[in-house]
């Protein structure tokens, strides 16, 4: 078991860019989270998609959105992107019936220049 | 809205003693408080979590402690190892895959 893979695992990106972030959830599991996580701070949650559906969202922007194909799969798409923006961003998976724990990636670091 | 405060921001022991870090949570709904660990470079990873049915969870050097009705939660650990070294995030969530809300970390150093 892979466990959360996220890709790529680093990113460098010039303001006003967009860039495309992609996560495969752990075996078995439906649901994708994603976090932002800046430098000494605990992740922030960015939203969370279930059944290829946006299901909860944190306090972030409209350039901040999502997908999640059929096989669980999901994408954190950020537009116009700022220097703020810069972070680790955490997709982290669970099943969604067990209200198990989410299990995380090692992450993307995004850095905004 | 909803909050998790986290004391301390960094905590430093000798190898073998304990170490607590401390949490408060501010939404009345949250029922589910798990802990994570997060080494340089890596995502955080579930080291024990605790439901609001529960006062207090033990798994070998780690324990936790739940006052629901105060809103707090702890995490202590016994017999520090220089691995363990590493900055620990408490969350809060509703569960049932609810959004969860983490503190703001602690980073605890243990010296050998």
């Known amino acids: 078991d892979a466990g959360v893979t996220q890709s790529p695992t680093h990113l460098i990106k010039t303001r006003g860019q967009q860039v495309t972030l992609r996560c495969s959830p752990k075996?078995?599991?439906?649901?994708v989270s994603w976090y932002q996580q800046a430098l000494g701070q605990g992740p922030q949650f960015i939203f969370q998609?279930?059944?290829?559906?946006?299901?909860q969202r944190g306090n972030f922007p409209d350039r901040f959105s999502g997908h999640q194909f059929p096989n669980y799969s999901s994408e954190l798409n950020v537009n116009a992107l700022l220097l703020g923006d810069s972070a680790l961003y955490l997709c982290?998976?669970?099943?969604?019936?067990?209200?198990?724990?989410?299990?995380f990636g090692q992450g993307t670091r995004l850095t905004v220049v | 809205g909803e909050n998790v405060e986290q004391h301390p921001s960094t905590l430093s022991v000798q190898e073998g003693d304990s170490a607590v870090i401390k949490c408060t949570y501010s939404?009345?709904?949250?029922?589910?408080f798990p802990w994570y660990k997060q080494e340089l470079g890596k995502g955080p990873q579930l080291i024990i979590d605790?439901?609001?049915?529960?006062g207090e969870k033990k798994d070998q050097r780690i324990a936790v402690t739940l006052n629901k009705t105060a809103k707090h939660f702890s995490l202590h650990i016994t017999e520090t190892q220089p691995e363990d070294s590493a900055v620990y995030f408490c969350?809060?969530?509703?569960?049932?895959?609810?959004?969860?809300?983490f503190g703001a970390g602690t980073r605890l150093f243990v010296k050998a």
């Open positions: 982290a998976s669970s099943l969604l019936q067990d209200r198990t724990e989410a299990f």
């Open positions: 075996s078995g599991h439906d649901t």
């Open positions: 998609y279930y059944e290829e559906e946006e299901r």
């Open positions: 939404d009345s709904a949250s029922n589910y």
């Open positions: 605790i439901r609001s049915n529960v």
């Open positions: 969350a809060a969530s509703r569960g049932g895959g609810f959004k969860t809300i």
